[in-house]
């Protein structure tokens, strides 16, 4: 599952990936790369060329995923709780 909008991104050459989800018995046998695949080359065919995403911090294997497909930290966004 992948929700992708190739309208709507912080620039005319880019889409937002808002999120991806694969079943927890499903992990570790490429879907989540698939989905990716997929979503990207939906995106090209919009005629975009950048893909934008957020990942939680804590969430190692969609920050290994994204890496390895050759997505880099472009922005961060950090928090306190407050007492």
Request: glycine share 10%; no cysteine; aromatic share 6%.
């Amino acid at each position: 599952m992948g929700r992708a909008d190739p309208h709507r991104a912080d620039g005319s050459d880019a889409a937002w990936l808002y999120d991806i989800g694969v079943h927890p018995h499903a992990r570790r046998r490429g879907y989540g790369s698939a989905i990716l695949a997929e979503v990207e080359a939906l995106v090209l065919r919009e005629g975009k060329v950048r893909l934008g995403l957020n990942v939680v911090g804590t969430n190692a294997a969609a920050i290994a995923l994204y890496s390895k497909r050759g997505y880099a930290v472009s922005t961060m966004q950090m928090s306190k709780k407050l007492p």
